[in-house]
């Protein structure tokens, strides 16, 4: 124990990290969600009167673990009036107690706690923003109104919309029991792809959203660090950590002084976080050590790539190519196919870009994306008036103001060559 | 005598730091790592990635390549100041001062250096 009594902020920091294993644990316990975040509140409690005056304890997730399960079967005994009330001389005792159980609760444990609990926020019949939701309020331990801002919506609808969702995973159907190989691999994935789709919340932000969403990249990074370091050998959880980090690496170069969308090629790279790229590339070097290939791990390739390049003449558009032809393998999908496009077009030029993705013309039409990068190349052909036509399509189909605004700056290049 | 002196804390805590907050605790450090400097005390000083980042190397007659650090433990290596010292007792003291500095959780772990070869690479 330490003699000196711990600051503020380092308790804070440590009940937050703390949430995932802990909650994911006493959910083990009850088989109860509520009962389960109440118990971790009740522990939280008593862990701000106990830790300033006693130190910290040296298991600080055992801890709150043994507390939580402890008070709350305290309480039901006493609402049982079978037991008498505890008193605060037990309850210090508990921190000897921490050891063994330090010793039962060990890594297999909490990692199947800990995926247990951000497995049930994945419900199926839950809406991709609803799993989010509740994935940062039960697992991250965000207040309503933290995320409603996020959201976009008023705490009071947040409330509902998390209300609601909690009632449709507490139907009973939860998975207690231990998963075998099969099954942990598909909540893996997912975890995953809702770890993802949080990530996205945050990246996809622009103007005076960034603010309040940007917070989500780092929540997503925090819970993919952490489902990391429970599955340390799962190449695809390092790419999607990898990811993550490369392109949140880029957040401060992503806009101008008005919110503005600065695409990659004219960022200021010197305003790239180095720490965040080194990890990053990193970690994808560790994935591609496994030779299990798969879509996270190619995408943080590709960043990789970017990354690298200290000037945007400098990238390797040719294997950049390479890496989108095993993505469109493996995952087929327009969207890949037309960012396949980009880097041909720059190696290829784009002509043949352009062939790649005229067959796509059905089923991208209702896409910003498409009709943007197919004017850039009609534009870099010179056929001008097939430009125009297509970033007028791009425009009515933008889904934001930084997104039209990018287009117009091209109409402008059009107007006046 | 060369001392290494291991930071050990919990990472996840260290690294939900925010920019401003982490700037901070390096601000205060530096305070101590500048002291030492002047006094021609410091060797070098390095903080490492976080132990998902780390890949571990067993020895063997087929040398096997591991996911991670090799221990599981609550607190990870975070960093390492080289310092040179009297003797334990100032390696003690220098270790307090850079604890309060800190002002987080977590230990140091005192080594006294058997070889030291300071090296030329530039930063990561």
């Known amino acids: ?417 | 005598m060369l001392y290494a002196i291991l930071c050990y804390d919990n990472e996840d805590v260290v690294g939900s730091w925010s920019k401003e907050e982490d700037d901070a605790v390096i601000g205060k450090l530096s305070v101590v790592t500048e002291k030492l400097a002047h006094a021609g005390r410091l060797g070098p000083v390095f903080r490492l990635l976080p132990t998902t980042a780390a890949t571990t190397v067993r020895k063997g007659r087929e040398a096997l390549v591991l996911d991670g650090p090799f221990a599981e433990t609550k607190e990870q290596l975070l960093g390492v100041y080289i310092v040179d010292c009297e003797g334990l007792e100032e390696a003690v003291e220098t270790a307090q001062e850079l604890a309060r500095a800190s002002s987080t959780n977590g230990c140091y772990e005192l080594r006294p250096l058997s070889l030291f070869m300071p090296g030329a690479v530039a930063g990561p």
């Open chain 1, 1 to 417: 124990m330490n003699a000196e009594p711990p600051d503020p902020t380092w308790i804070d920091r440590t009940l937050v990290c703390a949430r995932p294993q802990v909650v994911g644990a006493l959910l083990r316990y009850f088989r109860d969600l509520e009962k389960a975040e109440e118990a971790f509140q009740e522990a939280c409690l008593r862990a701000l009167g106990h830790w300033p005056r006693n130190g910290p304890p040296r298991d600080p997730v055992a801890w709150l673990i043994m507390v939580g399960r402890n008070v709350t079967l305290d309480h039901v005994r006493r609402q049982a009036r079978q037991q008498p009330l505890p008193d605060e001389a037990l309850l210090s005792e508990l921190e000897d107690a921490e050891t063994p159980l330090a010793d039962r609760l060990d890594n297999a444990d909490y990692r199947d706690d800990v995926l247990r609990l951000l497995f049930i926020c994945c419900h199926p019949d839950l809406p991709a923003t609803q799993q989010i939701a509740l994935a940062l309020r039960i697992v991250c331990g965000l207040s309503v109104s933290q995320i409603a801002r996020a959201f976009l919506v008023t705490d009071s609808a947040m409330e509902q919309r998390i209300t609601r969702a909690k009632g449709r995973i507490g139907g009973g159907d939860a998975p207690f029991e231990t998963p075998g190989p099969v099954e942990r691999a598909e909540r893996l994935e997912s975890v995953a792809a809702m770890l993802y789709l949080l990530f996205n919340e945050g990246y996809s932000a622009s103007g005076e959203q960034v603010r309040d969403r940007a917070p989500l990249c780092d929540e997503a990074i925090r819970l993919t660090r952490l489902l990391l370091r429970l599955f340390p050998a799962e190449p695809e959880i390092m790419g999607l950590l990898s990811l993550m980090l490369l392109q949140h690496a880029r957040q401060k170069a992503r806009f101008d002084a008005d919110g503005g969308i600065i695409l990659l090629e004219a960022q200021d790279r010197r305003l790239w976080n180095r720490t965040m790229i080194t990890e990053g590339t990193a970690l994808i070097d560790k994935a591609v050590r496994h030779r299990r290939r798969g879509p996270y791990q190619f995408q943080a390739a590709i960043a990789a790539l970017h990354a690298r390049a200290s000037n945007p003449q400098d990238t390797d558009w040719r294997q950049i190519e390479l890496l989108y032809r095993g993505l469109e393998q493996i995952q087929p999908s327009p969207v890949v196919t037309l960012n396949r496009a980009v880097a041909l077009s720059k190696v290829a030029g784009p002509a043949a870009a352009l062939e790649l993705i005229d067959p796509l013309a059905d089923r991208l039409d209702g896409y910003f994306h498409y009709h943007g990068v197919r004017g850039a190349f009609l534009m870099q052909m010179d056929r001008r008036g097939e430009a125009r036509v297509a970033f007028d399509r791009a425009i009515a189909r933008a889904r934001t103001p930084a997104e039209a605004a990018q287009i117009r700056q091209y109409l402008d290049q059009l107007a006046n060559p």
